[in-house]
């Protein structure tokens, strides 16, 4: 590594002799970074976390491109008067589909849904009904007719009475129940309205991509806009018009994850700004003192003006370095996801630390009596190859990432890494020539310190190191054997930000249009004989599996025949329902079921596709206006347990035809599960390969498997730390939070490298000379990376809280066995002679 710094060596020179050229090429080149870094934005879309090669996500796209795979604003419309609320329904329906939005040259909406024509529907029921409801009805009518019969026969006694009577009940009321199910969903009321008629609902469907934040933001604007020009009031006094649905919670997520990176880094920002200023403040006055008095011609308030200037001499590398990072990234990448959004903070607290050991020494050689230029040079000698271990360590470990399938990983591992290399290079090169600049500028106040100041080193023990090696030890030991209580958190919802506006709509419209059917999978199929293959499949694996996530499984072509066959075939079942209703032990039952039959059984012709409403066709329709061949699939439970979606992926995910076709399921849902499952998959091979490539270049770097062990304390026994206090108070890892582990690595790394490299540097026992300069800028160092990991606790948001607990916690452990377990180790062996031979 020695070599690679003397490589370099000569960019240093270079940028000693010409340091205002090399800033401005860097800030110009910074600056047009920069014109494309703001252009990133934030993709929450979760399905873009896998491969666009994964079966699922090509499934949902291709479900996209036929259907849509639209997402509805609702508006709910409250008042005691109900044909009030229809009036202004019909109004507000009329003029939303009015609306037109200039910015793109279209509508905002392109088509509504309330009112419901359920005659058509209610006169031919039955033909929409499946052929085995049509096989139940005929059983049940059967049974009726037979039970009416004995009961008319007044010679009859059925001894089994007592004992079959709730039997026979459960099982008639078996085989009519499903057709009643189907029946009440498909043949809703006439208006989306609550029990007691005071709120109705209007439905309408957004022309534009939900992705598009600009359009979205535009169109509730102007529905705003909208609802107050018709004045509800004028309607009825009580009236209530609210508008939201998921839609709007989309973009609430959007703008309160925005919200939150902006704000977490912003607090975080500041809080690093105000350590370094103070820090480097005092270490500069307190050297600046202890020179020669005589030659201290400054007084305290030209050094306080002057605080700001380490935050200049670091944080302009830095920033530099994070334009450059985000410009690339807008070229490679396009958008950053929830991931990678908070990546400004992980680089800005990963970046600073290069840049802190680099000026901390600066520092150091100036006060001693050193040039400028000597002192830089000196500075990138000493302190550069253990800053590039680091950095080269940490970037290759986060390198390791780019491998991963799961692009949560790979994105962030190609961002992070490359963010460092450019933080180093900035740290590095650009550095020295601001150091050049400033203190050519008496911006940086420093004289050699007084001989009488000069104190010489205390060699003394670490105290309590064998102490502190065996309590370490056992620790570890303890938090090892209970590892297995580790656990991974799979419920989505807390890990999402509960909205007050979404819950309170949500509030405000219950009671209409409630249905157990929610998060439907899709199956989109390529013919009609593969539609009925599919839908016969899933209902043997129902019917096979006592634990099944299956609820139900339809498709229209069940209900509406595709060929005149099978429309036949339906007819004829329906023939013999209207003989059986006929029959004169029934014919005159009075019945709400019966009723419903006696008008649903009507049809005697294959009824024409254009008489079926189009509220009903919806679901079932591609982007062309046709009938899809759809195949959907409805959980028994809610989804957002992560481990029931993945329960119910394994169940529909893939099936297998006779054929050998295969078709894939296709849902958020499915796609949220498969990626909960790569990310399991591919997490411990991640952890052990990142590992493994610090290891490795740790070893390079200092050509010894002692001091290369030595180095890697902090790392090893600081994350078991970690999971001890995961442990204790319950903490969880996460598909947000294990990204921060490669951050805790690098960090961990970066503590141990600079540590290891003066203790051997230094001389045997020089333990506390270390500890009071390196073990001070470590301590700085890993101190600005929690402060701006810290802004994230402050988040809205649970999964970017998570990523600030875990963050702050683990880089607190691994500054911690730094600074104890680490000199205690040095110490032990030192006292066995086994150090510096």
């Given amino acids: 590594m020695h070599k690679i710094i003397r490589f370099f060596q000569p960019i240093v020179e270079f940028n000693i002799r010409y340091p205002l050229w090399v800033v401005i090429i860097a800030v110009v080149s910074a600056g047009f970074a920069a014109n494309y870094a703001i252009k990133l934005g934030v993709d929450t879309d979760i399905a873009n976390l896998l491969p666009k090669t994964h079966p699922n996500v090509i499934a949902l796209n291709q479900l996209q491109e036929v259907a849509g795979g639209e997402t509805e604003m609702r508006v709910a419309i409250k008042s005691p008067d109900f044909e009030a609320n229809v009036a202004f329904a019909e109004l507000l329906a009329e003029r939303s589909l009015e609306l037109y939005y200039p910015r793109r040259g279209f509508n905002y909406f392109n088509r509504a849904e309330f009112r419901r024509d359920t005659d058509i529907l209610k006169d031919n029921a039955l033909y929409l009904a499946t052929v085995s409801e049509l096989q139940e009805i005929i059983e049940f009518l059967e049974d009726e007719i037979e039970t009416a019969r004995q009961e008319a026969n007044p010679f009859f006694v059925d001894f089994l009475d007592d004992f079959e009577d709730d039997i026979d009940e459960e099982t008639d009321d078996r085989s009519i129940d499903r057709f009643r199910e189907s029946y009440d969903d498909l043949i809703p009321p006439e208006y989306p309205a609550s029990d007691d008629s005071t709120l109705v609902i209007l439905t309408l469907f957004p022309t534009g991509s939900q992705s598009d934040i600009r359009y979205l933001e535009d169109m509730f604007e102007t529905y705003e806009e909208l609802i107050s020009s018709l004045d509800p009031a004028s309607f009825h006094p009580e009236m209530e018009v609210r508008f939201g649905g998921r839609l709007?919670?989309?973009?609430?997520?959007?703008?309160?994850?925005?919200?939150?990176?902006?704000?977490?880094?912003?607090?975080?920002?500041?809080?690093?700004?105000?350590?370094?200023?103070?820090?480097?403040?005092?270490?500069?006055?307190?050297?600046?003192?202890?020179?020669?008095?005589?030659?201290?011609?400054?007084?305290?308030?030209q050094h306080l003006i002057r605080t700001p200037v380490p935050v200049l001499v670091i944080g302009i590398p830095l920033l530099v370095s994070l334009l450059w990072t985000f410009g690339i990234t807008y070229f490679y990448l396009g958008v950053l996801n929830t991931m990678t959004s908070v990546l400004f903070v992980i680089l800005f607290g990963l970046g600073i630390d290069y840049g802190i050991h680099y000026y901390a020494r600066y520092i150091e050689f100036r006060a001693s009596g050193k040039s400028v230029q000597r002192s830089v040079l000196e500075a990138y000698q000493r302190t550069g190859t253990a800053i590039f271990v680091s950095a080269i360590t940490t970037a290759s470990a986060l390198f390791v990432l780019m491998f991963a399938d799961f692009r949560g990983f790979s994105e962030f591992g190609f961002i992070a890494g490359t963010g460092i290399i450019l933080a180093l290079a900035c740290m590095l090169f650009l550095l020295p020539a601001l150091l050049v600049l400033f203190d050519r500028w008496h911006w940086i106040l420093l004289i050699k310190r007084s001989e009488k100041s000069e104190v010489n080193p205390i060699i003394r023990r670490f105290p309590y190191s064998r102490t502190i090696v065996i309590f370490g030890?056992?620790?570890?030991?303890?938090?090892?054997?209970?590892?297995?209580?580790?656990?991974?958190?799979?419920?989505?919802?807390?890990?999402?930000?509960?909205?007050?506006?979404?819950?309170?709509?949500?509030?405000?419209?219950?009671?209409?249009?409630?249905?157990?059917?929610?998060?439907?999978?899709?199956?989109?199929?390529?013919?009609?004989?593969?539609?009925?293959?599919?839908?016969?499949?899933?209902?043997?694996?129902?019917?096979?599996?006592?634990?099944?996530?299956?609820?139900?499984?339809?498709?229209?072509?069940?209900?509406?025949p595709p060929n005149l066959e099978l429309a036949n075939e339906k007819?004829?079942?329906?023939?013999?329902?209207?003989?059986?209703?006929?029959?004169?032990?029934?014919?005159?039952?009075?019945?709400?079921?019966?009723?419903?039959?006696?008008?649903g059984s009507q049809t005697t012709e294959p009824l024409d596709e254009d008489l079926i409403p189009d509220f009903l066709k919806n679901r079932f329709t591609t982007r062309d206006g046709e009938i899809g061949r759809f195949v959907i699939v409805y959980p028994n439970r809610s989804l957002s347990d992560g481990l029931l979606s993945i329960a119910f992926k394994e169940e529909i995910s893939e099936v297998v035809l006779n054929s050998g076709k295969i078709y894939h399921a296709a849902s958020t849902s499915i796609v949220a599960a498969s990626m909960l499952e790569l990310m399991r998959e591919e997490s411990p091979y991640m952890v052990i390969a990142t590992f493994v490539i610090v290891f490795l270049f740790i070893l390079f770097s200092f050509g010894n498997l002692r001091w290369s062990l030595i180095a890697l304390i902090p790392l090893i026994i600081g994350l078991i730390w970690l999971f001890g206090i995961m442990l204790i108070f319950g903490l969880k890892f996460n598909f947000y939070n294990l990204v921060v582990l490669p951050a805790v690595l690098g960090i961990g790394c970066d503590n141990g490298v600079h540590l290891a490299h003066r203790f051997r540097d230094e001389g045997r026992r020089n333990m506390w000379e270390v500890l009071s300069s390196t073990g001070q800028h470590i301590t700085i160092g890993s101190f600005t990376t929690m402060m701006g990991f810290s802004g994230l606790l402050f988040t809205t948001h649970p999964g970017l809280q998570s990523i600030g607990i875990m963050a702050v916690v683990g880089i607190g452990m691994t500054l911690f066995t730094a600074l104890t377990f680490l000199p205690s180790m040095v110490q032990w062996l030192e006292d066995k002679k086994m150090m510096h031979d």
């Fill in 248 to 301: 709007k919670r989309h973009l609430n997520e959007f703008e309160s994850i925005m919200d939150d990176v902006f704000n977490s880094f912003a607090l975080g920002f500041s809080s690093v700004i105000l350590l370094v200023m103070l820090y480097f403040g005092s270490k500069k006055y307190i050297n600046y003192k202890r020179g020669d008095n005589s030659k201290q011609r400054h007084s305290f308030w």
């Fill in 473 to 560: 030890f056992l620790v570890s030991v303890i938090v090892i054997s209970l590892s297995g209580n580790l656990r991974f958190e799979y419920h989505f919802g807390k890990l999402e930000p509960v909205f007050e506006e979404y819950e309170q709509f949500r509030d405000f419209t219950s009671g209409v249009n409630q249905s157990s059917r929610r998060n439907p999978a899709y199956i989109v199929a390529d013919n009609d004989d593969d539609v009925f293959e599919i839908l016969e499949q899933l209902r043997e694996r129902k019917r096979n599996n006592p634990d099944t996530m299956i609820l139900d499984v339809e498709a229209l072509q069940e209900r509406f």
């Fill in 571 to 599: 007819l004829e079942y329906i023939s013999e329902i209207r003989r059986l209703l006929q029959n004169t032990f029934i014919v005159n039952q009075e019945s709400e079921t019966l009723d419903i039959l006696r008008r």
